[in-house]
């Protein structure tokens, strides 16, 4: 029926590769918890590694949490996002780089995340951008691990 049709044949392909790519989409979850691995507030887990298209939903399973991005730790060409105190927040990974997160009332603290989308490309902008020393302490084994995970492909 479709040889009569080619048109329609075309368009049903057209239609079917757009939307394949969302459909193996993956959704990350990230807990914001007052005692996490490391014995103090944190993002559990604190690194992920995900692909152009993935989610991560930051869920706020103890109170008094937000997530939000570290500027100057973003792709370029991505939207930052600013999730409100206590609501899950759910980010579209849009673009390849390293996604640096914080919660801002534990900033201070050392509450950060870092998101490995694809290539690191803005690896040594990330690494340049001033953290507080606790969170410094927490983001550098993170950066050290997408530097590795890039080095490894």
């Known amino acids: 029926m479709l040889a009569k049709f080619p048109m329609i044949g075309l368009a049903a392909g057209l239609a079917a590769a757009l939307v394949a790519p969302a459909a193996h989409a993956t959704n990350h979850e990230i807990a914001m918890v007052n005692i996490g691995s490391s ?55 849009t673009q390849e780089g390293v996604w640096g997160v914080k919660s801002m009332p534990y900033f201070g603290m050392g509450m950060v995340a870092l998101i490995q989308v694809g290539t690191p490309v803005n690896l040594q902008d990330a690494l340049s951008v001033p953290l507080p020393a606790r969170a410094q302490a927490r983001m550098e084994p993170m950066l050290a691990q997408a530097m590795q995970n890039y080095q490894a492909n």
């Open 39 to 93: 014995g103090a507030k944190a993002f559990e887990p604190a690194f992920i590694e995900a692909k152009v298209g993935d989610t991560v939903t930051f869920i706020p399973v103890d109170k008094g949490f937000n997530a939000e991005v570290i500027p100057g730790m973003l792709p370029l060409g991505a939207r930052g996002f600013k999730g409100e105190m206590n609501r899950p927040v759910t980010v579209t990974l």
